[in-house]
Structures are given as C-alpha cells and as structure tokens.
C-alpha cells in the first residue's frame, strides 16, 4: 500500500542539525517528484524544498535557504532533508510528499528548535 513515512525528528539545540528522511513504498518513488513540507501550530503549510525524479534538480524556500540542503536514494527509496543551524522558527511537524500522490500526508515527524 502506498506510504511516506517520515522519521528522525528530534529536540535539537539552536545551531544543531538533524537529518530527516522518507521513505517511500507502494507506488513509484524513483518517478515522483519529492517535496518536504513543514507545518507549526497555528500556520499555515510550508514548501520547505523540493527534488526532482529525474536529474534530482533541487530548490529550497528562501527561509531555509543555505541552510537546509534535500537529498534522494532511488535504490532505498528514500529522501532526506538535511538540516544545519536549526533556528527556533524551524519548529513544525515535517512532511514529505510525493508529485502524482497529491493527496496524500503521512504522519510527518517533530522537529523541536529550543534551549
């Protein structure tokens, strides 16, 4: 059955870094495009990065940008988002998604930015 299950959040300190990952089952992963989203209490939704199926083409949001790099292993079926200098606004339950299952959220992972 398709999945996307997210694992690896964690409470990390200011300036800490934390790699998330995602796998994929049930469905082509090696041909979706792979987003990660992010989403705080109270806020609305954000496209955090993307990675493209094909020559793995990359963009990150500019809140995140030089910061936060994603990354994909076709053979494992796994995408991860690479985090560094985690900010307390980084703070949200992390999703990922996939480009042909738009209607389908796994149960993301917390990351929590405190001291």
């Known amino acids: 059955q398709v999945q996307l299950v997210e694992s690896g959040g964690d409470l990390v300190q200011p300036g800490g870094s934390l790699t998330l990952s995602c796998v994929g089952s049930?469905?082509?992963?090696?041909?979706?495009?792979i987003s990660w989203f992010r989403q705080a209490p109270g806020k609305e939704r954000e496209l955090v990065a993307t990675i493209t199926s094909g020559w793995k083409q990359t963009n990150t949001a500019d809140s995140v940008k030089g910061r936060f790099t994603v990354s994909r292993d076709n053979g494992i079926r796994t995408a991860r988002l690479h985090m560094n200098d985690l900010r307390p606004q980084d703070t949200a339950v992390y999703y990922c998604h996939a480009e042909t299952l738009p209607t389908y959220w796994g149960q993301g992972t917390q990351v929590t930015v405190s001291s």
């Open positions: 049930g469905f082509s992963f090696s041909y979706n495009d």
